[in-house]
Every structure is written in structure tokens, then in C-alpha cells.
């Protein structure tokens, strides 16, 4: 953690970098935090709360963060991944920010803890099981000791997913409709997502438009519409239900 805070400290003091992007220590775990301050660098954390994909913080569409000046990110392995994916796309370039990698052994799934707590099968997120991205790829600075692999948790998701499609047809519906039943229209799952930068999933609100990504008016009377990626697996779901129901129509007919 020292080498992390050293090191966001110089890159503030010399000038390469206008702002550091990492996580610090707060009520409900670690969070994001900006720092342009060499004298905050202290509060700068890496722990296994640290669950935040930060590149998000890299996406074009994120003017106000532009405007902040040339960027110092702190990044895990699987936080590098999203950054080639900007690269890919073409929605960065590499002399734009500089990746603070952090050597990672895992994190939990359940991160609102006062403290870092220590991985186990119980509290590990899934996703870390069988990572082969620990040492990040494409970074500036490289920070931390070698990390073991993380536990293996007691259901992986291939293992959650494969239980999901086990199920009969009707009980898989009433668990995606309970899941969409939780959407409120807060586009937070495309807030956080580092790749999410086409401009037909931005919020269409009624009588917006912004300078850069201009919003058209909304087809719903509430006035928004939901993310195009939302309304896929929607309407996914619904034909497979609606095929089943047709299907079982003809066999009793």
C-alpha cells in the first residue's frame, strides 16, 4: 500500500499526471476516490474490497472527468482487460492515461465490510475463480508481491449458470421476471460498465440533449427508455417463454 501511495505521490509532484484515480477506505467498504493532492495520497487503499472496475472512469463519454487533466489509474488484472477493450475500440489512446497495476489474489463478492477481510470459498467472488490475469498486462507501474491463485468458491459461475439451465422452462421465466422486476430505470449497470460507450444505449430523456452525446426524446411516457442491452434479454426471454407456450398449446391440442 506504501508503494501504491509513493508512487501516485511523485506522478502528482512531477506533473505527469493531473489526478489519480484508486480507492480509499469509507463506511461501507472501499470506494473510488480522486485524488489531486500529492498530500492525499494516504488515503489511496488496495485491499480485497477493492472490487470497483475503475476504467470506467475512462470512458469518452465521461466529460467531466476529462476535463480533470491527463489521468493515473489504478487498475487489477481484470480492470487492464477493459482498458484494451477501450484501445480496441478506439475510444482511448494509450498516451492518455497512465495504469497504475496492482499485482491481485481476488476480492470478495460482498465488499461492504469496514475492513478487508481475507478470501475464503464463502466470500470469494466467483468471477476471481481460475483468473489468469493476477499480473496486469499494459500498465506503467507494476505494484505488489505475487498473488496465489484465489479459493475456488463454493458454487462457480459456470456451476450457477449450469444450475440456471437445468431448470424446467417456466421456473428459469420466473426467475429472469423477478429479475427485471428489480429494474428501475437507473441505467446504474451502464454507469459502471467500462464498455458501454455506444451512444443508442445512452438515457433518451424528453427535452435533454447534451453537447457531445446528444439523448433524443423518449418513446415511453415515463419519459426514459431502457438500455438497449436490457431490452434484448427482455425480449429474449419472453420468446423462449412465448415458443414454450405455443409449443405446449399444439401437444395438448
Known amino acids: 500500500m506504501n508503494e501504491l501511495r509513493e508512487i501516485a505521490r511523485t506522478l502528482l509532484t512531477d506533473g505527469t499526471v493531473r489526478v489519480i484515480i484508486g480507492w480509499e477506505d469509507a463506511r461501507r467498504g472501499a470506494r473510488p476516490v480522486f485524488i489531486t493532492d500529492p498530500a492525499d495520497t494516504d488515503r489511496l487503499i488496495f485491499d480485497t474490497r477493492c472490487v470497483h472496475n475503475l476504467v470506467t472512469y475512462l470512458n ?98 459456470d456451476e450457477r449458470v449450469a444450475a440456471l439451465d437445468a431448470q424446467p422452462l417456466e421456473e428459469r421465466w420466473a426467475f429472469w421476471t423477478e429479475q427485471f422486476s428489480k429494474c428501475v430505470r437507473c441505467y446504474a449497470c451502464r454507469q459502471v460498465c467500462p464498455l458501454c460507450v455506444c451512444e443508442s444505449a445512452w438515457p433518451r430523456r424528453a427535452g ?46
Not at 85 to 95: C, F, M, V
Not at 110 to 124: F, K, T, Y
Request: glycine share 8%.
Open 60 to 157: 469518452p463519454r465521461r466529460d467531466n472527468v476529462a476535463e480533470l487533466g491527463k489521468i493515473g489509474l489504478v487498475v487489477k488484472g481484470c480492470d487492464a482487460k477493459a482498458v484494451a477493450g477501450l484501445l480496441r475500440e478506439a475510444q482511448l489512446t494509450r498516451d492518455d492515461v497512465v495504469l497504475i497495476g496492482v499485482r491481485c489474489g481476488g476480492v470478495l463478492e460482498e465488499a461492504e465490510l469496514p475492513e478487508a477481510a481475507p478470501l475464503s470459498p464463502e466470500n470469494v467472488a466467483p468471477r476471481c475463480y481460475g483468473c489468469d490475469n493476477r499480473e496486469p498486462d499494459l500498465v506503467d507501474h507494476l505494484l505488489g508481491e505475487s498473488q496465489p491463485e484465489p479459493p475456488r468458491p463454493v458454487m462457480t459461475i
Open 208 to 253: 435533454r440533449s447534451g453537447s457531445k452525446h446528444r439523448r433524443t426524446r423518449a418513446a415511453t411516457s415515463a419519459g426514459t427508455s431502457p438500455a438497449p442491452c436490457i431490452s434484448r434479454a427482455a425480449a429474449w426471454t419472453a420468446a423462449n417463454a412465448n415458443a414454450s407456450a405455443r409449443s405446449a398449446s399444439r401437444s395438448r391440442s
